[in-house]
């Protein structure tokens, strides 16, 4: 059977490209989104959804990964115009009422939350539906499998569709054109070993193409996949080392600067590409994603 073709359309964040991608499906009736973008993108949506000659009210279906606001913005307009919105059912009360969602993200951003992220408005009840893991969601003749995948977040949903997984974050992030990639490590659920289960558990499905969030549609999945691994491992490793001198956050986001810096220098990234990274996930909030895992896994035991 011929493949569907799937459109990655490229959000322009703060004027980057390649930074946050919403991937379209065409079907009969309309498009499907996989993640909506932030709300500050929402006119670059609109724009790159007319160049296909789409308006807004043709956006059927957004199947979010997670909420996060990169992700999952832009959702609550869109079911507003009429889509129905998919998310985890974790997730699913903070898109009804994001107000719990919007004041932890303000704790991070502060002021530059309008800017960076613009509204995020709730999704309507009629229109948020909360698939179950693993059971199908059919949407005309096309089927999406979530895959229930924490470690990133709690509430974090691989799919699986034809021959791609989309991956969210949980799949790492990987700028197009450099054998590197990174792992988005934000406060508070970040969790080392259920990331590391989620790995396996893509593993065990089969799929010949990733689609990470940041950014884009890879044919190396394994490649991807292996290299994710590694840098689970390197994280927990240089955790092991650093924090047992019990560094304050300041330290802690000095010294794994350095050492993300370290990496990026030994696979010759470029300074402009370096910025795409640093704008897809910033370092200083993986340090604090991290502070955070430790002292709770080390507080439990
Ligand atoms: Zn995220």
């Known amino acids: 059977m011929a493949k569907t073709p799937v459109i990655t359309l490229d959000l322009n964040f703060q004027g980057r490209k390649q930074a946050i991608a919403s991937y ?4 009969s009736s309309g498009v499907v989104l996989v993640e909506s973008g932030p709300g500050s993108t929402l006119s670059a949506l609109q724009a790159v959804l007319a ?7 043709d956006v059927t279906h ?4 997670h909420i996060h606001l990169d992700h999952a913005g832009a959702a609550g307009w869109l079911a507003r115009q009429g889509a129905e919105v998919f998310v985890h059912p974790v997730g699913a009360p903070h898109m009804l009422n994001p107000e719990k969602l919007l004041a932890s993200a ?3 951003y502060g002021d530059k939350m309008d800017s960076l992220w613009g509204e995020f408005l709730s999704v309507p009840e009629d229109r948020l539906k909360i698939p179950e893991d ?3 969601i059919i949407i005309g003749n096309m089927r999406f499998l979530p895959v229930n995948t924490p470690g990133h977040a709690e509430h974090h949903y691989a799919y699986l569709f034809e021959d791609i997984c989309f991956t969210g974050d949980i799949g790492g992030v990987r700028i197009p054109g450099f054998p590197y990639m990174r792992v988005p490590m934000p406060p508070p659920e970040l969790h080392l070993e259920r990331w590391r289960d989620s790995v396996k558990r893509l593993r065990r499905e089969k799929f010949n193409r ?3 969030t940041h950014f884009g549609i890879f044919d190396d999945p394994e490649w991807q996949l292996n290299e994710l691994g590694k840098d689970l491992d390197d994280i927990s490793r240089w955790l092991e080392e650093v924090m047992p001198a019990d560094p304050s956050i300041q330290e802690l986001r000095e010294k794994f600067t350095d050492w993300m810096e370290e990496q990026a220098l030994a696979a010759g990234l470029s300074e402009k590409v370096l910025k795409v990274y640093e704008v897809a996930n910033p370092v200083g909030m993986s340090a604090d994603g991290l ?3 430790w002292k709770k896994s080390h507080l439990t035991g």
């Open 210 to 212: 990733i689609a990470p």
């Open 106 to 108: 303000a704790r991070i």
């Open 62 to 65: 957004v199947l979010l990964t």
């Open 24 to 27: 379209l499906i065409p079907h």
């Open 291 to 293: 502070l955070r895992y």
């Open 51 to 57: 160049e296909g000659g789409y308006s807004p009210q």
């Open 134 to 136: 693993a059971r199908e």
